[in-house]
């Protein structure tokens, strides 16, 4: 299988080829999950013209199964529970709520450490493009998207460089607009589509958004 993308900010760039109707708009916002979307998302800011921040939100791993999400939690309380992965398991409430408790401060330590204490972005009336380096189940761009429209946005957009048929298909249920690029009719991992899908470091993450604010 030949990767679709060589790295994440390529795909960032291929990306921001097919969301250039939002170029040049003030009232575009780029919200990152991180950290994996960060560069991805730190592209697609830069050739819009448009404000970058990061959106923290945590995956719920499946005990025994870290890659199987069996829910997803994002900022503001939000907590999206995959009930088919939790049954099929058998996970009981009793460890779903110490994931959801470790994730919770995983969540509240990447929020302290990205911004450095700069405000979030205000996303009032405004078109939020919310970005990941891909979706396989979609369980957390869900949670995501259904932060973000608690903070009254005026149009929640979903873009992703490749994502699985089923993600794609569900997450146009829930935004108001949704782009991925790449639907491969097999699909496993996000990571088999990217020559170097390395870690995004937290480092990295800082830098980037330091980057974008210096720009702005």
């Known amino acids: 299988m030949h990767p679709l ?10 990306l921001a080829g097919q969301l250039a109707v939002y170029a040049g708009r003030d009232d575009v916002v780029v919200l990152a999950l991180p ?21 923290p939100v945590r995956k719920l791993g499946a ?12 900022g503001g309380g939000t907590l ?4 088919q992965v939790i049954y099929s398991l058998g996970i009981g409430e009793e460890t779903i709520a110490e994931v959801v408790a470790a994730e919770r401060r995983e969540l509240a330590r990447r929020e302290d450490a990205y911004r450095l204490g700069r405000d979030a972005l205000d996303v009032t009336g405004r078109v939020v493009l919310l970005i990941d380096d891909g979706m396989a189940t979609g369980a957390t761009m869900y949670a995501a998207v259904d932060a973000v429209r608690q903070r009254g946005p005026a149009q929640v ?7 699985s048929e089923q993600a794609c298909r569900q997450m146009r249920f829930v935004a108001d607009g949704v782009l991925c690029l790449r639907t491969p009719s097999t699909f496993f991992s996000v990571g088999q589509y ?22 702005g």
């Open 194 to 215: 990217y020559a170097d899908f390395s870690q995004t470091t937290d480092d990295e993450v800082r830098e980037l958004l330091r980057r974008a604010v210096t720009a």
């Open 80 to 83: 999206v529970r995959n009930d």
């Open 35 to 55: 950290r994996g979307g960060v560069p991805v998302a730190f592209e697609v800011a830069r050739r819009l013209g448009a404000g970058l921040d990061v959106f």
């Open 5 to 14: 993308f060589a790295d994440r900010p390529a795909a960032g760039r291929a």
């Open 63 to 74: 005990p025994g199964h870290a890659e199987l999400a069996m829910g997803a939690l994002a």
């Open 157 to 163: 957009v979903v873009a992703v460089p490749v994502a």
